[in-house]
C-alpha cells in the first residue's frame, strides 16, 4: 500500500514545517479576535460621565429624564453615565441661534452630543441628536428608549391614567426555550448553543477544506514545477500519489481541528460557557467526512492541472465561495430550516453538507431527507473521487496551457 507511504511522508514534512507550527498558535488568536474583541468592545462600559444636551420645546421631560438616566445607567464607581445640561436658557428663543451655539459647545468639546426634543414629540414621537459621532448606538438605544417611557407617561397622565400604576403592573416576560425532538423528549436550549452546534460544524469543515486543499494544490503545484512528480511515478502510481496526498494533508487538518477542539472545550469548561451539544453527533459526521471528501477530490481534479500560485490561488477562492455562500444564510436558515429554498439548495451535492450541518441541530429533517441527501452525497464523492482520478493521472505530466473543458472531458472518457 504505497499510498501509505505518500500519506505519511506529507503528514510528517507538513507537521515539521514552520508555516503549520506558526498557524496552530496563530489561527486560534486570530479567530479569537475576529469572534470575541468586537463583543468584548460593544460590551465594554463607559468611563468617565457624558454630558449630553438637551433642547427641550416641551419643557416637560428634560427633569423626568434626567432622573430617569441617573436611576438606570451608572458606572462602576458609582457616578451617573449622563448628565444633562438643558440648553434652553442658551438661547433667546432663537431656534437656529441656539442650534448654532450648541453646534460650538458639541465642536468645542463641551457636550457630547444634543437632543432636540419638539413641541410636537407627543403626537410625532420624533426626536433630533446632533454629534460629532453619531454611531454611539448604545448611548442613541438608552436615550431613546427612556424618552419613550417619558413620552409615554406624560401620555398617558394626561388621558387621567396613573403611570406609576401601569408601571408597576407591568412586568418583563422572561421566556424559556424548550426542544422537543420527533420522538416528544424535550430538552432545554437557547439560541447560542443551537446556533454555534450548527455553526461550529460548518467552519470547521470550510477550514479542513481550505487548509487541506490549498496545501494539496501548492504541493502539487510544486512538484511539477520542480519535476519532482516524474521521480515519484516511477516509485508508485497516480492513484496511490493521490489517495496518500489526499490522507496525508487531511491527517494534518483534523490534526489542527483536534488541537483547537481540546482547548476550546478547555476553555468552555473553565469558565462554564455552554455552546455546544453532541446530540445527533454520529449523523453529523457522516456528512463532515462525505463532504470533505468530495470537496478533496474537487481540489484535485481542479488543481492537478494548474502550474502556477497565482492559478492555485484562484481554484482556491472558487471552489471555497460554495463553502461561504450556507454560512451567509445560517441566521435565515435558523429562523426557518424548513423553507422551500432551503430543502432546495440541499439537494444541491456542492452545499449538501453545509446545509444539513446546519439544519440537523436547529431542527431534524425529514426521515427521507437524510436518506436522499446521503445517498446523493455518497453517489456525488465517487464521482468526483473517480473523476479526480482520471484528471489527475494526465495532469500532473502536463506543463504549459492549462487544458479547455474539451480535453478534460477527454481525459474523463481515457480508459
Partial sequence: MKFLDVARWEFLEKVKSKAFLISLVLMPIIMVGFGVLPGVLASQEDEKTMTIGIIDDTGQIVVALERRLQEKYKLSDGNPNYLLKDLKPYGSGYPDQLREI?????????????????????????????????????????????????????????????????????????????????????????????FFSAYIFIMMLMFLVLTSGQLLIRSVVEEKSNRVIEVLLSSCSANDLMVGKILGLSGLGLLQILIWAGIGAGLSLKFGANIFTAA??????????????????????????????????????????????????????????????????T????????????????????????????????????????AAGKIFRIAILVYGKRPSLGELYHWLRTP
Fill in 102 to 194: 450648541a453646534n460650538v459647545m458639541v465642536s468645542g468639546g463641551e457636550i457630547e452630543g444634543y437632543f432636540s426634543i419638539p413641541q410636537s414629540v407627543f403626537d410625532s414621537g420624533k426626536v433630533v441628536y446632533r454629534s460629532d459621532n453619531v454611531g454611539n448606538i448604545r448611548l442613541l438605544e438608552r436615550f431613546s428608549r427612556t424618552i419613550e417611557e417619558v413620552v409615554v407617561e406624560r401620555r398617558l397622565a394626561d388621558r387621567g391614567y396613573d403611570p406609576k400604576l401601569l408601571r408597576e403592573l407591568t412586568t418583563n416576560i422572561d421566556v424559556r426555550a424548550i426542544k422537543v425532538s420527533k420522538e416528544g423528549d424535550e430538552k432545554e436550549s437557547d439560541f447560542l448553543q443551537t
Fill in 280 to 345: 445527533h453527533f454520529p449523523l453529523l459526521m457522516v456528512y463532515f467526512a462525505l463532504g470533505y471528501l468530495m470537496y478533496a477530490a474537487i481540489f484535485v481534479a481542479a488543481g492537478s492541472p494548474v502550474t502556477t500560485e497565482q492559478e492555485a490561488q484562484q481554484i482556491t477562492s472558487y471552489v471555497s465561495l460554495t463553502l461561504v455562500f450556507p454560512i451567509v444564510l445560517a441566521v435565515p436558515a435558523m429562523q426557518n430550516p424548513d423553507s422551500m429554498l432551503i430543502k432546495i439548495l
Fill in 347 to 386: 439537494f444541491f451535492p456542492l452545499m449538501t453538507p453545509a446545509f444539513m450541518l446546519l439544519r440537523i441541530p436547529i431542527q431534524m429533517p425529514e426521515t427521507w431527507e437524510i436518506l436522499t441527501t446521503i445517498g446523493l452525497l455518497l453517489v456525488s464523492t465517487l464521482f468526483c473521487m473517480w
